[in-house]
């Protein structure tokens, strides 16, 4: 059954099962809603649904496309060996597949362009199926080349694009809002209750728990926070914008407002890729996307 499930989603007919688990996830989570009476922010929800289907071509290309056929050539020119076996092949590509999406992930909060790109996805205010295919066209940019590495040890294109797909509807499962305590999972996996964690943007949540399918990986890698507070989806400094055309910009203008605070060209540059936190003069100021003061705050002092 995994090996049919997989070498399907593997295919040319996995990006509609893809888009059939997403859309269904979110068709269901508002029926459950309707019927428990609960809150749900249906300009939200549409807002998050306009942003994916908007940039679907274009992550098509860029998100795709182009990764895969990176992926392919590295398979049929560079690779070193070839894993015939396939419950072999599934595990090095599920094991891959979520060291690069932890570390691509994890860049894409410290790296101040990066984060511009990926702050999209964190804009809503709301949490549950529908946010977890909100995002901007060029995130996710460094996973292409990471994923390679797949390639390189032999996993077959099919094997990986699978083994992705499967845990791609993982990741628009564990942004569930009516799951509770998964009991001893809360430990093992990145359960929506821990990726409600990492949408959370109370101080001692930010920037935590960055894993798709194993919280392992936070655990090992020090960015694990458990859950202890309810949290507070969304950025420090929230964005209020329901129309895709506008909304998808967020992260982009959020950077520009604090390359704006520099006058020198080379600490205009350095807000690309430093932490989004920092600040050329040591000042968090009002559109510090990571902290938020409404004052001035004397942070440590600019490299």
Same mark, same amino acid.
């Given at each position: ?36 009476? /609960?809150?749900?922010? !249906?300009?939200?929800? +549409? ?5 994916n ?6 992550k ?9 056929? +990176? ?24 094991i891959?597949?979520? +060291? ?9 909060? $410290?790296? /101040? ?14 949490? !549950?199926?529908?946010?977890s295919? $909100? ?9 292409? =080349? ?9 996993? =077959? ?8 797909a499967?845990k !791609? ?31 959370? !943007? ?16 936070? #655990? ?30 967020? /992260?982009? $203008?959020?950077?520009?407002? #604090? ?10 540059? +350095?807000?690309?890729?430093? =932490? ?28």
């Amino acid at each position: 059954m995994i090996e049919q499930a997989i070498a399907t989603l593997g295919s040319e007919s996995g990006i509609w099962w893809m888009a059939g688990a997403y859309f269904g996830l979110v068709f269901a989570e508002r029926i459950y809603h309707l019927l428990k009476g /609960g809150h749900y922010d !249906n300009a939200d929800a +549409l807002c998050s649904i306009g942003l994916n289907l908007l940039g679907s071509a274009i992550k098509l290309v860029f998100g795709l496309i182009l990764p895969f056929a +990176l992926y392919i050539w590295t398979y049929d020119n560079l690779r070193l060996l070839t894993i015939d076996n396939l419950a072999i092949a599934a595990l090095a590509a599920f094991i891959i597949h979520e +060291l690069a999406y932890y570390w691509d992930h994890r860049l894409g909060h $410290r790296v /101040g362009l990066l984060w511009a790109f990926h702050s999209i996805h964190h804009s809503s205010n709301e949490f !549950n199926h529908s946010t977890s295919a $909100r995002g901007f066209v060029l995130d996710n940019i460094p996973r292409g =080349p990471l994923d390679a590495i797949a390639a390189l040890i032999g996993v =077959p294109p099919i094997v990986f694009l699978g083994v992705s797909a499967l845990k !791609n509807i993982w990741g628009i499962w564990n942004h569930a809002s009516y799951v509770g305590n998964l009991g001893l999972a809360e430990h093992i996996l990145a359960t929506p209750r821990n990726h409600m964690v990492h949408h959370a !943007n109370q101080p001692h949540y930010i920037d935590k728990n960055y894993s798709q399918v194993l919280i392992l990986w936070d #655990r090992l890698f020090g960015s694990f926070e458990p859950y202890g507070e309810r949290p507070i989806v969304g950025l420090v400094k929230q964005v209020h914008d329901n129309n895709p055309l506008t909304a998808q910009f967020a /992260g982009i $203008r959020q950077l520009a407002e #604090r390359v704006g605070h520099a006058d020198r060209w080379q600490d205009k540059l +350095l807000y690309l890729w430093k =932490p989004p936190e920092w600040s050329h003069d040591g000042l968090c100021r009002s559109d510090c996307p990571k902290y938020g003061m409404a004052h001035e705050k004397t942070l440590e002092p600019a490299e």
